[in-house]
């Protein structure tokens, strides 16, 4: 599932033009399409899921090659961990 980010850097709106606002806007609606459209990430290797794989988005799939155990990313409870849970 897609990482969104929960605010957008607009950087300096004293001068803001209506149609700087609009490349703005069209801009964010572009990263907020892509990552919303974007399918799971799916990786598959011979382990199952590591908790320190932070660099994997929310939605990952593992697929464990020697075992065929599947695992979900669930969630990133802390900047240095993940959460795994086994679907199968």
Known sequence: MAELPESF??????????ERLLVI??????DLATAINQKPDL??????????DTFLANGTININSSTNKVEILTNHPTQATVTWVQLS
């Open 25 to 30: 806007l069209q801009r964010m609606y572009v």
């Open 9 to 18: 850097n607009f950087g300096n709106v004293d001068d803001l033009t209506n």
């Open 43 to 52: 990786v598959e290797r011979d382990t199952d899921g590591q908790t320190t």
